[in-house]
């Protein structure tokens, strides 16, 4: 399994602790490290250098998931080329080029997002795939505005539950 990170490492912890479960469940996990910050390289391309790259990588693997955050949605057109199933966690379902690649795909693809992030389209979401967590108030780093931060916890423990669940039937 591949992790691509989003924008900002800060949202890291969802793909982390989604990445730890899946290895507990006897997959091998390579984990990206990087931030986004010069609005000179475009995005599409930070991202898709770095999945080539972490794809290359692993060599020739009998199965492979890709799971990325947010930005790193901009790699959904290489995941969909290469058949993988994939992990979107927050996906940018108002970015066009993201949602083309998604609507492309043909492999198995978990959508997970909340009713209070920009980003996310739940309707949208289940017009991609019927594998859709939806968590009802949370943002785009799996929180709520003003709840306490056990709360955020609780969102990431269903995320990561959902997340293993997906990898075990793929």
Not at 40 to 66: C, F, H, K, M, Q
Request: charged letters at 20%; aromatic letters at 6%; proline letters at 6%.
């Amino acid at each position: 399994m591949i992790g691509l990170p989003g924008a900002f490492l800060v949202g890291s912890p969802a793909l982390t602790f989604c990445l730890q479960a899946v290895a507990r469940t006897g997959w091998s996990a390579l984990q990206l490290f990087d931030e986004y910050h010069d609005p000179s390289v475009d995005a599409t391309r930070w991202v898709l250098e770095r999945a080539n790259a972490a794809l290359a990588s692993l060599g020739s693997p009998d199965r492979t998931i890709v799971m990325a955050k947010s930005l790193s949605t901009r790699a959904a057109g290489l995941v969909a080329e290469r058949g993988y199933p994939a992990v979107w966690l927050t996906p940018l379902l108002n970015d066009d080029e993201s949602v083309a690649g998604l609507l492309r795909r043909q492999a198995p693809a978990l959508l997970i997002g909340g009713t209070a992030d920009p980003a996310w389209d739940g309707e949208l979401a289940r017009t991609i795939s019927h594998d859709v967590l939806e968590l009802d108030g949370v943002d785009h780093g799996f929180g709520s505005p003003g709840e306490h931060p056990l709360d955020t916890l609780d969102n990431l423990k269903r995320v990561v539950e959902t997340v293993a669940a997906f990898a075990a039937h793929h």
